[in-house]
């Protein structure tokens, strides 16, 4: 049973470029949550997605927005990139209880 | 003042001892309480789900909740070269399957 899988793994950009980084869950799982690990942090909750809409959503400016597609999967989109966007982007999912989460694909922007 | 604390460490002990890992928050309207391990370049992994108050025992790890001081501990029992990660603490008051707020984890080196 595959688990949470993210692509890309490593991903460069530069400054006002945009961004999409992709999410599939775990079998069975229908709910996906993204977080944002700056290095050396603990992961900030960006948004969470179940039955393709937006369930709960962190304290993000609007650059940050996703998608759930109707096969589970989920995408978060940055616009207008920063420096300060460089960090790991987690993606976690779930159904009921607990979440699990992918390895993260790591975005530098230069 | 950050709703989760937890200091960043690092921690480095050797093989055998026993570790303590701590967070303490402000909000208490948090009800579930999760310790995650992630290791270098990877995604953070479960260790212990604890609802509520009190102790919670997995084989060598025992978590901790006491709400009336907004502390929640990890122990480790015979602690092995292959514990080594960052330890993060992770807090809920919706469930532990939505939002959850995160202390910054805490650095271990177990040493052989």
């Known amino acids: 049973d595959a688990g949470v899988t993210q692509s890309p793994t490593h991903l460069i950009k530069t400054r006002g470029q945009q961004v999409t980084l992709r999410c599939s869950p775990k079998?069975?799982?229908?709910?996906v949550s993204w977080y944002q690990q700056a290095l050396g942090q603990g992961p900030q909750f960006i948004f969470q997605?179940?039955?393709?809409?937006?369930?709960q959503r962190g304290n993000f400016p609007d650059r940050f927005s996703g998608h759930q597609f109707p096969n589970y999967s989920s995408e978060l989109n940055v616009n207008a990139l920063l420096l300060g966007d460089s960090a790991l982007y987690l993606c976690?999912?779930?159904?009921?209880?607990?979440?699990?989460f992918g390895p993260g694909t790591r975005l530098l922007v230069l | 003042q950050k709703e989760v604390e937890q200091d960043p460490g690092p921690l480095s002990v050797p093989e055998g001892a026993i570790v303590s890992l701590n967070c303490t928050y402000s909000?208490?309207?948090?009800?579930?309480f999760m310790w995650y391990r992630q290791y270098s370049r990877k995604g953070p992994e479960l260790l212990m789900y604890?609802?509520s108050s009190g102790n919670k025992e997995d084989g060598r790890f025992t978590a901790q909740v006491d709400k009336s001081s907004k502390y929640i501990s990890l122990f480790i029992r015979d602690s092995q070269p292959s514990d080594s990660a960052t330890y993060l603490c992770?807090?809920?008051?919706?469930?532990?399957?939505?939002?959850?707020?995160w202390g910054l984890g805490t650095s271990l080196a177990v040493n052989p």
């Open positions: 992770a807090m809920s008051d919706t469930g532990n399957n939505r939002k959850l707020i």
């Open positions: 997605y179940y039955e393709e809409e937006e369930r």
């Open positions: 079998s069975g799982h229908d709910t």
């Open positions: 604890t609802y």
């Open positions: 909000n208490s309207a948090f009800q579930y």
């Open positions: 976690a999912s779930s159904r009921g209880e607990t979440q699990y």
